[in-house]
């Protein structure tokens, strides 16, 4: 696999794949986390004179323009941690997009509109993908792949284009799989995996893989309810996917024949409703049960303190920690205090830490904690669970060719 430094970049038009995929509320960035992330990786081309064209997706648009998903605020707060101006370019692979990449001067920087208002992008067809690759490819000498939080997607600018033009790993997806190696190859004992997050369902494949490496798994989030309920307790009105009940009965079996314990929840804060996150009204039905008496009607959002306490005392031995979900509500503070344990059970233990995933990263900083205690804060979240369950990712198979 090339670097950044194996390519010719001065003077060379570089297409940087990036994730810039952030929260937006009412087109404010509430997280900019991604940005800083890949920003070394755009500064380094820069000083090396590069004309560097930057794009992502963000959202899920429909294949067509839709302003409520544009990349136009990113562009601003791109240029400001880069210290230099960005320009944006209204579309991706039309006449503005071109003339902003004609106008650039070696060491200057622009970023594209969003990735996904062209259905191309995604698109299952492979002819289809390969056209906007194609219209993609027109715009650059080389490719600069760094959008970790992307490379599990086939899709045109993470797949098909560094076939088309020379092609090199950025600094961010070498740290990123850097990090992911150390939880796969030689892991320092105990290993103590923490998930949460709303389905079972987009953790099967990442729980099957771990059930012969983890020593420990801690299951919070919402996903916690349907293991609760494949204990044969009620959940009341939580979250529950039914069809996930055999399958997690059969993950606590071969957990017990394997010697991975499972750490299911004791206990979890409810409501009748769910909670105003936006407005931060308080929850005037909040009330903590235990998870072996959920009452009828009661909504389950967090792990209990009795379980945060449980989750802590499980990670204080640890020697390597992945976590990937939230824990609860964590937006409402009345549903944060479980994720909040869990971040600081991180923090206080000696093990190597690595938090996954865009929520569970955008939820310790938005809780405050200092992001520098961590081992390493994941980009990726999708991406890290299939890079972890040993799949193949697309967009890394491609920079290797
Ligand atoms: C993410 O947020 O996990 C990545 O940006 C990928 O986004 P996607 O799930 O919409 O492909």
């Known amino acids: ?23 937006l509320s009412g087109g404010i960035i509430t997280d900019d986390g991604r940005i800083r992330a890949v920003a070394p990786t755009i500064a380094k081309l820069v000083q090396a004179g590069a004309r560097v064209v930057v794009a992502s997706h963000l959202g899920r648009p429909k294949g067509e323009p839709d302003p409520q998903y544009s990349l136009a605020p990113v562009a601003v707060r791109l240029g400001e941690i880069l210290g230099v101006p960005v320009s944006f370019a209204t579309d991706t692979v039309g006449e503005s997009a071109k003339a902003t990449v004609a106008a650039l ?3 200057e920087v622009t970023l594209l509109e969003n990735l996904r208002f062209n259905a191309g992008e995604t698109a299952k067809d492979d002819a289809e993908r390969g056209a906007f690759a194609d219209e993609l490819a027109g715009l650059a000498d080389v490719y600069v792949g760094d959008g970790f939080g992307a490379v599990h997607r086939k899709h045109a600018s993470v797949y098909d284009l560094p076939a088309r033009l020379p092609h090199a790993v950025g600094d961010l997806i070498a740290t990123e799989v850097g ?12 290993y103590v995996v923490v998930l949460g997050g709303s389905k079972v369902s987009d953790k099967v494949g990442v729980i099957e893989n771990l059930l012969g490496k983890a020593d420990r798994i801690l299951i919070g989030g919402g ?3 349907t293991f609760i309920a494949a204990q044969g307790h009620g959940v009341g009105a939580s979250l529950l996917q039914e069809d ?7 993950y ?16 979890t804060a409810v409501s009748g409703s769910f909670p105003d996150v936006k407005g931060g009204a308080p929850v005037e039905d909040f009330a903590v049960v235990d998870a072996d008496a959920i009452p009828d009607g009661a909504l389950g959002l967090d792990i209990g303190p009795r379980t945060a306490q449980l989750f802590a005392e499980k990670i204080a ?7 990937n979900g939230p824990m609860g509500v964590f937006e409402h503070p009345a549903f944060a205090e ?25 939820a310790v900083r938005t809780l405050g904690f200092d992001e520098t205690k961590f081992g390493h804060i994941s980009t990726g979240g999708g991406a890290s669970l299939e890079y972890l369950e040993g799949k193949t990712l697309p967009g890394l198979a491609a920079l290797e060719g």
């Open 244 to 250: 996930q009940i055999p399958v997690v009965q059969d």
């Open 1 to 23: 696999v090339k670097t950044i430094e194996d390519l010719q970049v001065a003077g060379k038009r570089v297409f940087v794949r990036a994730d810039l995929n952030v929260p």
């Open 338 to 362: 479980g994720t909040r344990v869990v971040a600081q059970g991180l923090i206080d233990s000696d093990a190597f830490t690595v938090v996954g995933g865009g929520d569970s990263a955008a």
């Open 105 to 107: 001067a070696d060491g």
């Open 317 to 323: 031995d640890a020697k390597t920690v992945f976590w």
């Open 179 to 190: 990090v992911l190696k150390r939880l796969t190859d030689e892991v320092a004992r105990p």
């Open 223 to 225: 996903m916690m309810y």
């Open 252 to 267: 606590l079996k071969r957990g017990a024949e394997q010697g991975v314990e499972f750490v299911i929840p004791v206990d």
